[in-house]
């Protein structure tokens, strides 16, 4: 039978909701999205809208990333095909 205490995974830290909102505050520090969108206010929308939607978004990266190519990871192409599904692409920015 599976004891957590006495596995090789219990010293990692439990996805809990504080532990889930730091990594976010640390992915918003070191993300690319201010070099191309310069005014602050809209990187602040942003910001706030991936927060709000923050449960649901990450309920989608486990469920594509158990399945993609690269686990625990998503590749490039598996997060293309996520933005096409959500239609968040126009086609005619992407190869087909």
């Known amino acids: 039978m599976y004891d957590h205490e006495t596995s090789v995974f219990k010293n990692w ?3 809990t909701p504080n532990v889930i909102y730091r990594c976010l505050l640390n992915d918003f520090h070191l993300w690319k999205v201010p070099r191309f969108i310069k005014d602050d206010g809209e990187v602040r929308l942003i910001e706030g809208t991936i ?3 923050w449960d649901y ?4 990266f486990l469920s594509h990333s ?4 690269e686990y625990p990871c998503l590749a490039n192409s598996d997060l293309l095909n996520i933005c096409r599904m959500a239609k968040l692409i126009d086609k005619d920015l992407t190869p087909e």
């Open 13 to 15: 830290k439990k996805d």
């Open 51 to 53: 927060k709000a939607n």
């Open 57 to 60: 978004l990450n309920q989608i």
């Open 66 to 69: 158990a399945f993609g190519h």
